[in-house]
Each structure stands twice: as C-alpha cells, then as structure tokens.
C-alpha cells in the first residue's frame, strides 16, 4: 500500500473545507488552524514546485512525462500518510495515471450537486455561469499550466465523479451530507483514515468542526486574507450552503445541467427538482 491519500473534488466542491477539518482535528489545539498554513499537514498535488522550477510553463505531456517521480517526492513529505488535494480526474492520459495508484493509500472524494458547483465556481473564477455550465460538460476540461501550478485535468463533472467512485480504497462525501450532519460525516472520516469502526472522540471531533465552519474560514479570510483565493478577486468562503442554484439558475441553465449530468447525479441522490 502506498502513502498518499487523495483529498479529490471537482473543484468548489468542499475540499479546501476537507482540508481545514482535517488540520484542526490533527493539531487538537485550542484555537483555529490558519487557512493559510494548509500546507502543514496537506498539499495541492499541482503546485509548480513538484514538477520543475516555478515560472515554468509545462505542456500537459511534459508534466505527465514527470508526474511519477512527483507523486514519489510527495510520499517523502510526512514519515506516515500524506494528503494531497487533487482536482484532477482519476484518469490516465500519455499513458501515465494521473493518480499513481502504486503510491495511493485511499482517497477521500467529495461530491457536490453540480447546479451548486456551477455558481460557485462562476463567482471563483469571474466567468459568467453559462461558461462554467459549457465548461462543465467537456470531456476535455482543463485547468491550464501557468507557472505556479501545472495543468489539472477535471474532464466533465459527470467523467470526473464516475473516475473517483471506481477507485479501490475510496470514501465517498456528499457536501451537502457534511452540511447536514457534520459530526456523522466528519467522524466516517476520521474513522476510514484511521481503520476503524471506532467512533472518534466527541469532543476533538466537535472542536475540529467548530475550528473549520463556514463562519470560522470566512472570518479568517475577512481578517487575514487567503493566498489560494480566485483571480476574480471575491472571497472564496462564500456562502457554505446547499441548493442556493434553485433561486439563482434559469430554467435554461438548469435543464442543460440535467441534460449532461442528470444520469450521474442521480446516482448521488441529487433530483431533477
């Protein structure tokens, strides 16, 4: 069994909430852990620095050519598991993984309904919601090199769902389960990482969750900024809220999100209306 253990969405989907749980029930400390120091016991697989010299602009062949010695770099970080936040696909382009399952211990993989996505990730990225919603739907879809991190392939939010679930050793989130019932789903991930059916205690658990709510994140964004904050320039804590697409979609926008995905959400219990 390999190192890594994948922290896996597409992207606004709840990772970087997965990742702030994860830091505060690890450090079991009295006050929040920084959003800006989660790299102390996680990282973004796509970071520049695993793959080359940051400035360099890599093709999606030349990053695939280095991605095996990057992913064996990545299991040398931490003596036991190391988490790596990953918005890529778990497909294989250039003949290489783009998750190199030899170095994978399991993967978390966070799923969220893609009418909620296409909001969020339209106000991440300053795009209009009918791109994200285009952009959404290609198989082919891209996050483009740029010098601080390489390219990540996403593919479409159905191909990219379906990649995770498949995948050995994986546990499944739903964000909005997380909302609902956050000591249920927060505590199955502590207990898959550690290999247990025991429940984990109450009270780090409950801390933890405390430390990385929605109101706590954005109130460290507000006051001290957030280095991985989006180009369009918003804050990227938001709203932390499920199903807010049903007052601020068109029904244009949301049959065509049915049309593409509508076969895959159901399987993730997400209805048509």
């Not at 990742?19 to 009295?30: D, G, K």
């Not at 499944?172 to 429940?199: I, K, W």
């Not at 804050?235 to 049903?246: C, L, S, T």
Request: glycine fraction near 8%; charge should be positive.
């Amino acid at each position: 069994m390999g190192k890594l253990v994948w922290l896996a969405s597409y992207p606004k989907s709840g990772n970087t909430w997965v990742r702030a749980f994860l830091h505060n029930y690890i450090v079991n400390a009295e006050t929040p852990h920084s959003i800006n120091n989660l790299v102390d016991f996680s990282v973004a697989e796509c970071a520049m620095g695993f793959f080359g010299t940051p400035g360099e602009v890599l093709s999606p062949r030349e990053v695939q050519a280095r991605r095996p010695q990057a992913h064996e770099t990545l299991t040398k970080l931490h003596p036991d598991l190391v988490f790596v936040k990953t918005h890529n696909a778990n497909l294989t382009l250039h003949n290489v993984p783009l998750c190199t399952p030899t170095l994978t211990a399991g993967a978390i993989y966070i799923v969220r309904d893609p009418r909620d996505v296409a909001l969020s990730y339209a106000a991440f990225t300053g795009k209009n919601v009918d791109e994200i919603i285009e952009f959404m739907g290609q198989d082919g879809a891209a996050n483009a090199s740029d010098g601080v991190q390489v390219f990540e392939l996403l593919s479409s939010w159905s191909q990219h769902a379906l990649s995770w679930v498949s995948t050995p050793r994986r546990l499944l989130v739903r964000y909005e389960d997380l909302l609902a019932d956050p000591e249920r789903g927060f505590g199955r991930m502590v207990r898959f990482l550690g290999g247990t059916n025991d429940r984990p205690e109450l009270a780090r658990l409950r801390r933890a969750i405390e430390f990385s709510s929605f109101s706590t994140l954005s109130g460290q964004e507000a006051r001290n900024g957030y280095r991985a904050a989006g180009a369009a320039g918003g804050k990227f804590f938001r709203a932390g809220q499920a199903g807010g697409w049903r007052d601020r979609l068109t029904q244009a926008q949301t049959a065509k999100i049915w049309a593409a995905h509508g076969h895959v959400m159901e399987k993730f219990g997400y209805p048509q209306k």
